[in-house]
Protein backbone atom coordinates (compact mmCIF):
# COMPACT_ATOMS: atom_id res chain seq x y z
CA UNK A 1 0.00 0.00 0.00
CA UNK A 2 2.64 2.77 1.08
CA UNK A 3 4.34 1.59 -2.54
CA UNK A 4 0.69 2.45 -4.38
CA UNK A 5 0.79 5.88 -2.58
CA UNK A 6 4.20 7.00 -3.47
CA UNK A 7 3.41 5.97 -7.23
CA UNK A 8 0.17 8.05 -6.91
CA UNK A 9 1.83 10.89 -4.85
CA UNK A 10 5.07 11.32 -7.73
CA UNK A 11 1.98 11.09 -10.42
CA UNK A 12 0.27 14.09 -9.03
CA UNK A 13 3.51 15.93 -8.34
CA UNK A 14 4.73 15.55 -11.95
CA UNK A 15 1.36 16.43 -13.70
CA UNK A 16 0.89 19.30 -11.40
CA UNK A 17 4.40 20.31 -13.03
CA UNK A 18 3.78 19.54 -16.34
CA UNK A 19 0.30 21.60 -16.23
CA UNK A 20 2.18 24.48 -16.31
CA UNK A 21 4.37 23.88 -18.71
CA UNK A 22 2.06 24.98 -21.84
CA UNK A 23 2.70 28.54 -19.97
CA UNK A 24 6.32 28.61 -19.56
CA UNK A 25 6.03 27.40 -23.68
CA UNK A 26 3.88 29.58 -24.30
CA UNK A 27 5.97 32.36 -23.23
CA UNK A 28 9.07 30.87 -24.38
CA UNK A 29 7.86 31.37 -28.01
CA UNK A 30 8.00 34.67 -28.11
CA UNK A 31 11.64 34.55 -27.99
CA UNK A 32 12.77 30.86 -29.55
CA UNK A 33 10.78 28.01 -32.21
CA UNK A 34 9.17 25.21 -31.15
CA UNK A 35 12.22 23.17 -32.01
CA UNK A 36 14.95 25.23 -30.28
CA UNK A 37 12.93 25.47 -27.22
CA UNK A 38 12.75 21.30 -27.63
CA UNK A 39 16.62 21.03 -27.69
CA UNK A 40 17.45 23.70 -25.15
CA UNK A 41 14.92 22.07 -22.52
CA UNK A 42 16.02 18.49 -23.24
CA UNK A 43 19.35 18.92 -23.56
CA UNK A 44 19.81 20.83 -19.98
CA UNK A 45 17.76 17.94 -18.63
CA UNK A 46 20.12 16.01 -19.99
CA UNK A 47 22.96 17.61 -18.43
CA UNK A 48 21.28 17.72 -15.31
CA UNK A 49 20.83 13.81 -15.21
CA UNK A 50 24.63 13.36 -15.77
CA UNK A 51 25.11 15.13 -12.65
CA UNK A 52 22.39 13.29 -10.11
CA UNK A 53 24.12 10.03 -11.86
CA UNK A 54 26.94 9.97 -13.70
CA UNK A 55 27.55 6.05 -13.76
CA UNK A 56 27.46 4.70 -17.51
CA UNK A 57 23.98 2.16 -17.71
CA UNK A 58 25.19 -1.22 -19.16
CA UNK A 59 22.57 -3.11 -21.08
CA UNK A 60 22.33 -7.19 -20.35
CA UNK A 61 21.41 -7.76 -23.62
CA UNK A 62 21.85 -5.45 -27.03
CA UNK A 63 17.91 -6.12 -27.82
CA UNK A 64 16.87 -3.97 -25.06
CA UNK A 65 18.61 -0.93 -26.77
CA UNK A 66 15.73 -0.55 -29.15
CA UNK A 67 13.34 -0.02 -26.39
CA UNK A 68 15.37 3.15 -25.57
CA UNK A 69 15.72 4.33 -28.94
CA UNK A 70 11.91 4.33 -30.16
CA UNK A 71 11.24 5.70 -26.21
CA UNK A 72 13.38 8.70 -27.37
CA UNK A 73 11.89 9.09 -30.58
CA UNK A 74 8.51 8.76 -29.28
CA UNK A 75 8.37 10.63 -26.06
CA UNK A 76 10.91 13.38 -26.35
CA UNK A 77 11.31 14.40 -29.74
CA UNK A 78 7.90 13.41 -31.70
CA UNK A 79 5.85 14.08 -28.83
CA UNK A 80 7.46 17.88 -28.05
CA UNK A 81 8.04 18.81 -31.12
CA UNK A 82 4.03 18.15 -32.28
CA UNK A 83 2.99 19.51 -28.83
CA UNK A 84 5.25 22.74 -29.19
CA UNK A 85 4.59 23.13 -33.05
CA UNK A 86 1.09 22.99 -31.99
CA UNK A 87 0.87 25.82 -29.44
CA UNK A 88 2.23 27.82 -32.48
CA UNK A 89 -0.80 27.41 -34.21
CA UNK A 90 -3.69 27.32 -31.48
CA UNK A 91 -4.26 28.29 -27.92
CA UNK A 92 -2.81 26.30 -24.60
CA UNK A 93 -5.81 25.33 -23.23
CA UNK A 94 -6.92 23.98 -26.58
CA UNK A 95 -3.56 21.75 -26.46
CA UNK A 96 -3.96 20.67 -23.20
CA UNK A 97 -7.44 19.54 -23.71
CA UNK A 98 -6.55 17.58 -26.47
CA UNK A 99 -3.83 16.15 -25.25
CA UNK A 100 -5.87 15.25 -22.05
CA UNK A 101 -7.09 12.18 -24.03
CA UNK A 102 -3.93 10.76 -24.11
CA UNK A 103 -4.84 8.01 -21.19
CA UNK A 104 -7.42 6.61 -23.73
CA UNK A 105 -5.11 5.74 -26.19
CA UNK A 106 -3.11 4.59 -23.96
CA UNK A 107 -5.22 2.14 -22.17
CA UNK A 108 -6.04 0.92 -25.77
CA UNK A 109 -2.74 0.19 -26.50
CA UNK A 110 -1.61 -1.28 -22.76
CA UNK A 111 -4.94 -3.55 -23.02
CA UNK A 112 -3.69 -5.16 -26.50
CA UNK A 113 0.01 -5.76 -25.96
CA UNK A 114 0.43 -5.54 -21.86
CA UNK A 115 -1.58 -8.61 -20.93
CA UNK A 116 -1.39 -7.72 -17.04
CA UNK A 117 -3.31 -4.22 -17.45
CA UNK A 118 -6.94 -5.03 -18.64
CA UNK A 119 -9.93 -2.08 -19.03
CA UNK A 120 -12.93 -1.92 -16.88
CA UNK A 121 -16.35 -0.93 -17.72
CA UNK A 122 -15.24 2.21 -15.17
CA UNK A 123 -12.41 3.35 -16.89
CA UNK A 124 -14.74 3.92 -20.07
CA UNK A 125 -17.46 6.12 -17.98
CA UNK A 126 -14.52 7.61 -16.46
CA UNK A 127 -13.12 8.69 -19.32
CA UNK A 128 -16.69 10.29 -20.62
CA UNK A 129 -16.75 12.26 -17.48
CA UNK A 130 -13.26 13.69 -17.30
CA UNK A 131 -13.49 14.38 -20.91
CA UNK A 132 -16.99 16.30 -20.89
CA UNK A 133 -15.27 18.26 -18.06
CA UNK A 134 -12.09 19.21 -20.59
CA UNK A 135 -14.83 20.46 -22.64
CA UNK A 136 -16.63 22.78 -20.01
CA UNK A 137 -13.06 23.92 -18.82
CA UNK A 138 -11.75 24.72 -22.60
CA UNK A 139 -14.89 26.37 -24.01
CA UNK A 140 -14.79 28.93 -20.45
CA UNK A 141 -15.32 31.87 -22.63
CA UNK A 142 -18.45 31.07 -24.89
CA UNK A 143 -17.69 34.09 -27.19
CA UNK A 144 -14.13 33.29 -27.27
CA UNK A 145 -14.07 30.07 -28.88
CA UNK A 146 -11.79 29.31 -31.27
CA UNK A 147 -10.63 26.05 -33.15
CA UNK A 148 -7.27 25.42 -35.58
CA UNK A 149 -7.57 22.45 -37.80
CA UNK A 150 -3.61 21.99 -37.61
CA UNK A 151 -2.74 22.89 -34.13
CA UNK A 152 -5.69 20.58 -32.84
CA UNK A 153 -4.34 17.71 -35.04
CA UNK A 154 -0.83 18.10 -33.95
CA UNK A 155 -1.70 17.97 -30.59
CA UNK A 156 -4.00 14.87 -31.50
CA UNK A 157 -0.97 13.30 -32.85
CA UNK A 158 0.55 14.37 -29.68
CA UNK A 159 -1.54 12.69 -27.45
CA UNK A 160 -1.42 9.25 -29.46
CA UNK A 161 2.78 9.15 -29.46
CA UNK A 162 2.54 10.30 -25.67
CA UNK A 163 0.48 6.52 -25.56
CA UNK A 164 3.05 4.49 -27.27
CA UNK A 165 5.95 5.91 -25.24
CA UNK A 166 3.80 4.93 -22.15
CA UNK A 167 3.68 1.28 -22.91
CA UNK A 168 8.00 1.69 -23.98
CA UNK A 169 8.51 3.03 -20.74
CA UNK A 170 6.51 0.26 -18.87
CA UNK A 171 8.72 -2.28 -21.13
CA UNK A 172 11.61 -0.28 -19.94
CA UNK A 173 10.85 -0.03 -16.35
CA UNK A 174 10.48 -4.11 -16.01
CA UNK A 175 14.06 -4.40 -17.29
CA UNK A 176 15.35 -3.60 -13.64
CA UNK A 177 17.22 -0.89 -14.40
CA UNK A 178 18.59 2.50 -12.25
CA UNK A 179 15.33 4.94 -13.51
CA UNK A 180 17.78 7.80 -13.69
CA UNK A 181 19.94 6.14 -16.20
CA UNK A 182 17.12 5.22 -17.57
CA UNK A 183 15.53 8.07 -18.55
CA UNK A 184 19.16 9.61 -19.07
CA UNK A 185 19.46 7.07 -21.96
CA UNK A 186 15.68 8.23 -23.06
CA UNK A 187 16.99 11.87 -23.20
CA UNK A 188 20.09 10.80 -24.84
CA UNK A 189 18.21 9.02 -28.15
CA UNK A 190 15.71 11.99 -28.20
CA UNK A 191 18.49 14.38 -28.66
CA UNK A 192 19.95 11.89 -31.33
CA UNK A 193 16.82 12.59 -33.64
CA UNK A 194 16.78 16.29 -32.78
CA UNK A 195 19.91 16.85 -34.17
CA UNK A 196 18.81 15.43 -37.02
CA UNK A 197 15.80 16.86 -37.58
CA UNK A 198 17.27 21.04 -36.97
CA UNK A 199 18.63 21.19 -40.54
CA UNK A 200 14.97 20.71 -41.64
CA UNK A 201 13.97 23.37 -39.20
CA UNK A 202 14.25 27.17 -37.55
CA UNK A 203 16.98 26.03 -35.66
CA UNK A 204 19.73 29.05 -34.68
CA UNK A 205 22.48 28.48 -31.69
CA UNK A 206 22.21 32.66 -30.31
CA UNK A 207 23.16 32.63 -26.74
CA UNK A 208 22.35 35.82 -26.81
CA UNK A 209 18.79 35.57 -26.74
CA UNK A 210 19.11 34.70 -23.00
CA UNK A 211 19.30 37.89 -21.87
CA UNK A 212 16.58 38.43 -19.37
CA UNK A 213 15.21 36.48 -16.13
CA UNK A 214 11.92 35.31 -17.68
CA UNK A 215 13.55 33.16 -20.35
CA UNK A 216 16.65 31.89 -18.78
CA UNK A 217 13.94 30.97 -15.72
CA UNK A 218 11.77 29.04 -18.02
CA UNK A 219 14.36 27.44 -19.64
CA UNK A 220 15.63 26.04 -16.47
CA UNK A 221 12.02 25.13 -15.59
CA UNK A 222 11.03 23.34 -18.49
CA UNK A 223 14.91 21.55 -18.61
CA UNK A 224 15.52 20.46 -14.77
CA UNK A 225 11.90 20.38 -13.33
CA UNK A 226 9.39 19.25 -16.30
CA UNK A 227 12.23 17.18 -18.23
CA UNK A 228 14.90 15.09 -15.81
CA UNK A 229 13.29 15.27 -12.61
CA UNK A 230 9.54 14.91 -13.93
CA UNK A 231 10.64 11.91 -16.22
CA UNK A 232 12.28 10.16 -13.73
CA UNK A 233 8.98 10.45 -11.37
CA UNK A 234 6.75 9.62 -14.25
CA UNK A 235 8.96 6.10 -14.97
CA UNK A 236 8.66 5.72 -11.50
CA UNK A 237 4.59 6.14 -10.89
CA UNK A 238 4.45 3.84 -13.89
CA UNK A 239 7.05 1.47 -12.52
CA UNK A 240 4.66 1.45 -9.39
CA UNK A 241 0.91 1.83 -10.73
CA UNK A 242 1.19 0.60 -14.45
CA UNK A 243 0.05 2.50 -17.81
CA UNK A 244 -3.63 3.11 -17.41
CA UNK A 245 -3.39 3.95 -13.90
CA UNK A 246 -0.93 6.42 -14.00
CA UNK A 247 -1.67 7.62 -17.22
CA UNK A 248 -5.59 8.57 -15.99
CA UNK A 249 -3.54 11.47 -13.95
CA UNK A 250 -2.84 13.42 -17.53
CA UNK A 251 -7.02 14.04 -17.30
CA UNK A 252 -5.79 16.92 -14.13
CA UNK A 253 -3.64 18.61 -16.48
CA UNK A 254 -6.63 21.31 -17.54
CA UNK A 255 -7.40 22.01 -14.56
CA UNK A 256 -3.63 22.84 -13.23
CA UNK A 257 -3.45 24.68 -16.66
CA UNK A 258 -6.24 26.61 -15.48
CA UNK A 259 -5.46 27.22 -12.18
CA UNK A 260 -1.86 28.49 -13.40
CA UNK A 261 -3.23 30.98 -15.60
CA UNK A 262 -5.10 32.68 -13.03
CA UNK A 263 -2.75 33.40 -10.73
CA UNK A 264 -0.12 33.68 -13.27
CA UNK A 265 -1.76 35.43 -16.63
CA UNK A 266 -4.95 36.84 -14.09
CA UNK A 267 -7.64 34.98 -16.44
CA UNK A 268 -10.71 34.50 -14.63
CA UNK A 269 -12.16 31.34 -13.41
CA UNK A 270 -15.51 30.73 -14.73
CA UNK A 271 -18.46 28.79 -13.28
CA UNK A 272 -17.90 26.09 -16.43
CA UNK A 273 -14.44 25.75 -15.28
CA UNK A 274 -15.65 24.79 -12.01
CA UNK A 275 -18.29 22.37 -13.35
CA UNK A 276 -15.70 20.89 -15.54
CA UNK A 277 -12.62 20.82 -12.74
CA UNK A 278 -15.07 18.72 -10.81
CA UNK A 279 -16.20 16.77 -12.89
CA UNK A 280 -12.37 15.84 -14.34
CA UNK A 281 -11.39 14.76 -10.75
CA UNK A 282 -14.53 12.17 -10.63
CA UNK A 283 -13.81 11.31 -13.80
CA UNK A 284 -10.54 10.32 -12.93
CA UNK A 285 -11.64 8.90 -9.34
CA UNK A 286 -13.66 6.56 -11.49
CA UNK A 287 -11.27 5.62 -13.94
CA UNK A 288 -9.06 4.22 -11.20
CA UNK A 289 -11.97 2.02 -9.76
CA UNK A 290 -12.49 -1.13 -10.54
Known sequence: MEQKAKGHILALITIFIWGTTFISTKILLKTFTPIE???YRFFLGFIFLILMYPKRLKLKKRKEEIYFIFAGLSGVSLYYLFENTALTYTSASNVGVLVSVAP???????????KSESLHKNFFIGFIIAISGIIFISFKDANNVSLSPMGDILALLAAMIWAVYSLLSKKISELGY???QCTRRIFFYGLIFMSVMLPFFDFT???SLFNNFTVIFNILFLGIGACSICFVTWNTAIKILGTIKTSAYIYIVPVI????SFIVLKENITLSIIIGTILVLIGLFLSEKK
Open 37 to 39: ILF
Open 178 to 180: NII
Open 257 to 260: TIIT
Open 205 to 207: FDL
Open 104 to 114: FFTAILSSIFI
